[in-house]
């Protein structure tokens, strides 16, 4: 899936993540990809922090870990609260 972060764009896709809940290539990166473990589809709560968290990286590559850990799961959250689920993705 191809995904919009400001006005770059990262190819989103789940794929093994050695050591890693998932991770973001650099804003500054040719051919970006967000990478999410396939393990993650069947704890779509912890897949809705992970997807907030490597956004947030993409959004703002200087943050630190810290503030995007609790960022993401602070709006992660919230939007579980709300109500938003995952449903099966066109393509991914």
Do not use: Q
Request: charged residues 35%; aromatic residues 8%; hydrophobic residues 35%.
């Amino acid at each position: 899936m191809r995904v919009k972060i400001g006005e770059k764009y990262w190819k989103m896709v789940f794929t093994p993540v050695p050591d890693a809940d998932g991770n973001c290539d650099p804003p500054t990166a040719r051919n970006k990809h967000i990478r999410l473990p396939p393990r993650l589809k069947k704890d779509p709560k912890r897949l809705m922090e992970v997807v907030v968290h490597e956004m947030l990286h993409g959004s703002d590559w200087t943050k630190d870990e810290s503030w995007v850990e609790t960022t993401a799961e602070d709006i992660a959250r919230v939007l579980w609260r709300l109500g938003y689920r995952r449903s099966e993705p066109k393509e991914l």
